[in-house]
Each structure stands twice: as structure tokens, then as C-alpha cells.
């Protein structure tokens, strides 16, 4: 059977396309405007006003600068070490999390569930988290940025409402033959749930990698900074101390630095996303209906 469409349906069309292109463009200009900006002549840059689309004239030599900078270096190889260590704390928490409070018979789920939950409208503030992580010994160190965020709130829920899906026939053929609740979510639940299982991966990644809040509070020593962190600070001091080059004019260099810096800090993350796309629609939809 054919579907026919009306001229309802083509006019409706034609505005949804032209709605989305509009959104596309206002999302995509702003990254292609800083792409231009780092790959253009540093004074053509500042001679430059209005809409950019395409690099007035053509110079590296801010990204020249910025790689000359140790601080980028350190920040990228301290932000794998968030983003891997973190990622992995993350989702093996909050799929344990997520497993206990899927399952029926727990005791005091129910309660615990409205706990967690209550997080995501109240905390303790800056401060009770502050004294809270150097009371316990983690000020100034890695551990202050992979423990106390270890678990998002709603990542926990939609895991948790992915696992309900599952057929219960499954854990109790399962644990028919011997298996234990972890080898029930790490060999069944979690393989079951990858599509929503990716999604929290990435979505932990991204936390992670852009992160750079916590570090600035509960860190002191420069070596353990996330790469966003010398990002915030080039941005804010429009320089870096990278630039030893004594025949550089650093007015003319100063945005160009910052723009290869936000290309270079943001880059690697972006690459990630293509290869996440297809579990989208798949893993959040899963995760947030009920069966």
C-alpha cells in the first residue's frame, strides 16, 4: 500500500527542513568561525570585522605557539587519565547502582531510590563539598575529581529504567544454572544494554573531558591539571607562556593562540561522536520507557 502524501504534509516538510537547516547553521557557524580564526593571518585576523567563513589569509602559527606550551602537553595526558579512570568509575558504579535498584526483593530500594533522586534538586553547596573532600584527604589529589562525581544522578536512573526492561526470565535462568549477581549484570544485563550502556559511556566522557570546575577548587599542584583547565586559563589571560618567540607581535598573535587553543582542546572529543551516533536514539529511548 502506497502512502500518499498531501499538500499538508509537503508544506509541513518544507518548513521542518528549513527550521533545521536554520538551527544547523547557528550551531555550526560558531565552530567553523573559531576553525577559520585559528588557521588565519594573525593581523588580517584583527584588520578583519564581520562574518567569517573561510581563513583571511593562512598562518599556523598559533597552533605553533600553543604546542610549544608544556601545559598543553601535561593537561592532555592528565585529561586522559580523568577521562579514562573517571569514565570507567563512572559506569561501573552507576551500572551496579543501576542493576540493585532494577531488581525486585531488595530491601529499602524504594527509599534509597527517592534518596538518590532527591540529589538532583538539592546538594550540600560549595562549601559542605569543600571541607567534606579535604576532610577526608583528597585535596590536591586525582581522586578528588574521579570520587565525588563518580555517579550522575539522572545516568543512574536511566540505566537503572534500561535494566527493568530486561526480561526477568532471564536473570533466573541465570541463576538456575549458578550464575551470581555479577556474573548476571556483567555477562547478560550490561551486553543486553549496550546501546544504553553506550550512550552513558559517552555522555561520562564528555563530563569528564570538559570538566574543569572541580579541578580549579580542589587542586593545587599545576601538574595534575585537566587540559580545560590551561584552556580556561589562556582564554581569560588572551596569552600563553609558551610564546618565546622575541619577533612575534603578541597583540596581533593573542587571538589566533586562543582560537588554535579552543581547535586543539576540543578536537579529540568531537571525533568521538560519529562513531556514538547510531546508539542515540536507541540507548535513551530504552532507557526511559518502562516495559
Known sequence: MVERTTTGDKIFLAIDYVLMGLIAVVCLYPMLHVLCASLSDPLQLMNHTGVLLWPRGYSLKGYEIVLQNPNILTGYLN?????????????????????????????????ITIGIVFTMY??????????????????????????????????????KTSFQ????????????????DFVVLFQIFMPVAKA?????????????????????????????????????????????????????????LDEVIKYATIIITTVPILCVYPFAQKYFMSGVMLGSLKE
Open 79 to 111: 585529561t586522559a587519565v580523568y577521562v579514562g579512570f573517571g569514565t570507567f568509575i563512572n559506569i561501573l558504579l552507576s551500572t551496579m547502582g543501576a542493576y540493585a535498584l532494577s531488581r525486585k526483593g531488595y530491601m529499602f530500594k524504594k527509599g
Open 122 to 159: 538539592f546538594s550540600g553547596g560549595l562549601i559542605p563539598n569543600f571541607l567534606l573532600v579535604k576532610g577526608i584527604g583528597l585535596y590536591n589529589s586525582r581522586w578528588a575529581l574521579l570520587l565525588p562525581g563518580a555517579i550522575a544522578t539522572w545516568n543512574l536512573i536511566v540505566m
Open 165 to 180: 526492561a530486561i526480561p526477568a526470565s532471564l536473570e533466573e535462568s541465570a541463576k538456575i544454572d549458578g550464575a551470581n
Open 196 to 252: 544504553t550502556l553506550a550512550v552513558m559511556i559517552l555522555f561520562y566522557a564528555v563530563a569528564n573531558w570538559n570538566s574543569w570546575f572541580n579541578a580549579m577548587i580542589y587542586l593545587q599542584d599545576r601538574k595534575k591539571y585537566p587540559l580545560q583547565l590551561f584552556l580556561r586559563e589562556i582564554l581569560i589571560s588572551n596569552s600563553t607562556s609558551g610564546n618565546t618567540n622575541p619577533d612575534a607581535d603578541v597583540f596581533f
